[in-house]
């Protein structure tokens, strides 16, 4: 590997015993105490040649005993910093501290982090422990650690493939839609560039049947073995429900994603994989896919720049959609071209999340959501909506009904809790489905929410650890919520295509005092949509196979600004706030005649090139 003689030979020789790969990063390792104690400047002199990552880490016989470190780490940690686990991964020299606060455990200007390395020769990695138990959040962690063989051999073989020097004549760049192209739902990207191709989501489609429900992946463009990377914008099924099944079909390369995404991703999956145990149909995979997906993934924060593939470097920029969400912006060749994916987005402040990011430096091509893109897609302003939303709760709490909320199991769930709790809502809000784990997740990654959330989290008054969140889990609780009016239910899922919300609205549904309130996207032919669109006799499953008729009584409303996506203006007003022009702008996640409006007045406003392509289509950027 080239990469690696260039490193090994800046290093001095004497000290540094190997220099390996972790994924983009340069791992060297040293049997020389002095070097390891004092190495930071030589180490930062050789990155600023190679502009690679490194890492220095003592090789095993300079570590000092685990007991040893445990018991030093534990001296030297400020008490308040709340410190429940300490353990090792000697394969890496790695120590890994669980605390409460790991801002305590780094210190001031990383002086604590730095000493502990120095002191103990092991390199420390700090993780935040949950304020809310979360058995997925520590599921993931555990297992990741577990598999440290596998992932050290995995990380070594995916650095190895970025570093490949795949000689090319190809001087050309593509963009071909899989999925999401016309439509929302599906969502997968796949680009070509002369050395890489990498993938950008790869979701399913709620409320399709058949091959409509996955992307087209049978195109003669496209073959498992030869994508270099997975790219993750969010953790919505409409994103990330079919890689589970990529991994079970041999895929067996990286992932790319934040942690919370991660996290919120893996929730989503088990409980596709529970939901579906239940019904008939085969599902799209299985806990083993779901296991795969989880070890082949490399997580990076925002801002963090990554090279992951041959001619492809990786930054993720907060996108304001839901926690952990991102735009990829992929810088491919040394400045050939820039491709910024700029779905799902909100320019604008919610509860959870400051506004979408704008600052790119260069982005010739750009791809944007069209969710909202025609011209009377316009939300109410947010102070509106908010006291739109609180009038329909008081009004059925004063008649005692009870308001059901299907909704996605992560953002719009928390957003409803926010606003309720910041209005001075008094009754209890009972969580069903995996809202509840979604919140474990949530108050695992403060500093992934908007500052005043953030704030709010560190002095203890957030919507998180209200006392008036209750948790529903099983058939018994839900009958008892169901008399204990009034109150306000929140339910998975969103778009009523599945989900314990079913068994509330079988429950509900003739009570002409409760309310039916959507906050959410309601998409083409979900029953939400239809109950939307005036219906008010819904088929319903009863098991077995069999449907009944279900009758709707219960006020029924709707709720729009709360949106996770930017409107008609906020997309626009993202367009002029963009610290770049593109070249050309790509219209996708949206029906089809929103999507062709949508780039119609791009065209028209800003003078770009900007279009609407459909699924199975190519676009040439270079
Ligand atoms: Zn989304």
């Given at each position: 590997m080239e990469i690696l003689e260039k490193v090994k030979a800046l290093l001095p020789s004497d000290s540094v015993t190997r220099v390996e790969l972790e994924g983009s990063e340069v791992i060297a390792y040293t049997k020389d105490r002095e070097f390891f104690r004092t190495h930071e400047d030589t180490v930062r002199q050789v990155v600023s040649q190679v502009k690679k990552r490194i890492e220095m880490r003592p090789e095993k016989n300079l570590n000092m005993s685990q007991k040893e470190t445990e018991k030093l780490i534990m001296e030297m940690v400020p008490e308040e910093a709340k410190i429940h686990e300490i353990y090792f991964e000697p394969e890496?020299?790695?120590?890994?501290?669980?605390?409460?606060?790991?801002?305590?455990?780094?210190?001031?200007?990383?002086?604590?982090?730095?000493?502990?390395?120095?002191?103990?020769?092991?390199?420390?990695?700090?993780?935040?422990?949950?304020?809310?138990?979360?058995?997925?959040?520590?599921?993931?962690?555990?297992?990741?650690?577990?598999?440290?063989?596998?992932?050290?051999?995995?990380?070594?073989?995916?650095?190895?493939?970025?570093?490949?020097?795949?000689?090319?004549?190809?001087?050309?760049?593509?963009?071909?839609?899989?999925?999401?192209?016309?439509?929302?739902?599906?969502?997968?990207?796949?680009?070509?560039?002369?050395?890489?191709?990498?993938?950008?989501?790869?979701?399913?489609k709620a409320g399709a049947t058949g091959s409509d429900v996955y992307p087209m992946l049978n195109t003669p463009e496209f073959s498992y073995s030869d994508v270099d990377a997975i790219i993750v914008s969010h953790s919505h099924m409409d994103h990330v429900g079919f890689i589970p099944a990529l991994y079970e079909y041999g895929y067996d390369g990286p992932m790319y994603m934040t942690t919370p995404?991660?996290?919120?991703?893996?929730?989503?999956?088990?409980?596709?994989?529970?939901?579906?145990?239940?019904?008939?149909?085969?599902?799209?995979?299985?806990?083993?896919?779901?296991?795969?997906?989880?070890?082949?993934?490399?997580?990076?924060?925002?801002?963090?720049?990554?090279?992951?593939?041959?001619?492809?470097?990786?930054?993720?920029?907060?996108?304001?959609?839901?926690?952990?969400?991102?735009?990829?912006?992929?810088?491919?060749g040394e400045g050939l071209h820039n491709i910024v994916y700029a779905l799902d987005q909100k320019f604008s402040r919610t509860m959870m999340l400051d506004p979408s990011y704008t600052d790119f430096p260069r982005a010739e091509t750009l791809m944007i959501e069209s969710t909202y893109g025609s011209r009377n897609n316009i939300f109410p302003p947010r102070h509106e909506t908010e006291r739109q939303f609180m009038g329909i709760v008081n009004r059925t709490m004063e008649r005692g009904g009870i308001v059901l909320i299907p909704s996605f199991a992560v953002e719009r769930a928390q957003e409803a809790m926010a606003i309720l709790v910041d209005n001075g809502f008094k009754y209890p809000i009972y969580l069903d489905g995996m809202i509840w784990d979604a919140n474990g997740i949530f108050s695992a990654y403060p500093e992934y929410m908007s500052k005043t959330m953030q704030k709010k989290i560190y002095s203890g008054d957030d919507p998180f650890t209200s006392p008036l969140m209750?948790?529903?889990?099983?058939?018994?609780?839900?009958?008892?919520?169901?008399?204990?009016?009034?109150?306000?239910?929140?339910?998975?899922?969103?778009?009523?295509?599945?989900?314990?919300?079913?068994?509330?609205i079988k429950n509900l549904g003739e009570d002409a005092k409760s309310t039916l309130m959507f906050i959410g996207y309601q998409s083409e032919g979900s029953m939400g949509r239809k109950i939307q669109n005036g219906w008010r006799e819904i088929p319903i499953s009863i098991g077995g196979g069999r449907t009944a008729v279900q009758k709707l009584n219960m006020e029924v409303a709707t709720v729009e600004g709360l949106s996770g996506h930017s409107d008609r203006q906020q997309l626009m007003a993202f367009l002029n706030r963009l610290n770049c022009t593109p070249e050309r702008v790509i219209c996708v996640h949206g029906e089809a005649s929103r999507a062709q409006e949508f780039a119609r007045d791009i065209t028209r406003t800003f003078g770009v090139d900007a279009f609407a392509p459909r699924n199975l289509d190519a676009i040439r950027v270079r």
């Open positions: 890496r020299s790695l120590v890994i501290i669980v605390a409460e606060k790991p801002g305590i455990v780094i210190g001031r200007g990383g002086e604590t982090f730095r000493k502990i390395r120095a002191d103990t020769f092991w390199v420390p990695r700090i993780e935040r422990v949950p304020p809310i138990k979360s058995d997925i959040v520590m599921g993931i962690r555990k297992y990741i650690h577990g598999e440290v063989d596998y992932r050290k051999k995995f990380l070594n073989r995916t650095g190895e493939n970025i570093f490949s020097p795949r000689p090319t004549s190809r001087d050309w760049i593509r963009v071909i839609g899989l999925g999401g192209w016309r439509e929302v739902g599906r969502s997968c990207t796949f680009v070509e560039t002369p050395k890489s191709k990498v993938m950008i989501d790869c979701g399913v995404s991660l996290d919120l991703a893996t929730l989503l999956w088990f409980d596709y994989v529970d939901v579906m145990q239940k019904g008939i149909t085969r599902p799209l995979f299985t806990a083993r896919g779901i296991k795969e997906a989880v070890r082949h993934t490399i997580t990076l924060d925002y801002a963090e720049v990554c090279d992951v593939a041959p001619d492809v470097r990786l930054t993720f920029q907060p996108s304001g959609h839901i926690l952990g969400s991102a735009f990829p912006h992929l810088h491919i209750k948790r529903i889990s099983g058939h018994a609780e839900r009958e008892k919520v169901w008399t204990d009016r009034p109150c306000v239910i929140i339910s998975t899922s969103g778009m009523l295509t599945g989900g314990p919300v079913l068994e509330h």
